[in-house]
């Protein structure tokens, strides 16, 4: 079989978060607008896990092999490590809203309130090289437990995983688009 | 069952049709924006406008739970 080399893929992505409703450019030729933020530098790469369950109809008495299967779960999942170590990026990872404060506060307290849902979007090349490829995860909370290192040998990063959550029967919660 | 054509602020150039279901969880998403631009431009701009509007309010406060 013959190998379109151009369609082979290397390289780290940008991930930028945003508010929950964030618009999406028309094209990946032109930046990504307001509402969203580039959350800088990342270690260790950018995975976008999508996780499927499929449950099997079957077998029965008389087929002894599953004669089809539902899709009975969806997990979608973003993870990386935050380079930067910011305030900016710490609110990012603690799921709090965007604040100029010098400080982050965490309270202890229990809420019936929505967490501060987040939007994330990984850039990375395309195949065929010629422009990005964008991937949007459209309501996410960050979930991951926030290790914060001090360690004179090693950089501090903040660990991240963005869990993708339901919007609604139109909105879908990924996409993945190539659109020049 | 009765539907409503809507425009979100993801991609605003996107007629969607949705339920009254859909519709009350769009509008309390706060992803529902009226505009009265009519070009790709426009539209582009107004969402980004109303995203940006967005971003200094707390998601409790877009659900008018606070």
Known sequence: ?????????????????????????????????AGWTDVGGTE??????????????????QIVIAAGARRTAVGVKVKTNLAEATLANLRVALNQAVN????????????????NYQAVCLEGMRPGGAG???????????TDSIGVPFLKDGMTLFPVTFEAYYVSSSIKVVRVDDTP | MATTKVRTTIRPLEELE?????????????????????????????????TEQRSDTTPAEIEGKV
């Open chain 1, 1 to 33: 079989m013959g190998v379109t080399v151009s369609n082979l893929l290397m390289g780290p992505a940008k991930l930028s978060t945003g508010v929950v409703g964030a618009t999406e450019s028309t094209s990946n030729a032109t930046a990504l607008g």
């Open chain 1, 44 to 61: 260790g790469g950018c995975t976008l896990t999508i996780d499927q369950t499929f449950t099997p109809l079957g077998p029965i008495d």
């Open chain 1, 100 to 115: 100029a404060a010098t400080f982050v506060e965490i309270d202890g307290d229990a809420s019936n309130v929505d967490p």
């Open chain 1, 132 to 142: 990005p490829r964008r991937v949007f995860v459209r309501r996410t909370l960050s």
């Open chain 2, 18 to 50: 949705v339920g009254p279901e859909e519709y009350l969880d769009l509008q309390r998403l706060g992803f529902l924006f009226d505009t009265k631009a009519t070009t790709d431009d426009g539209l582009q701009t107004a969402a980004e406008k109303q």
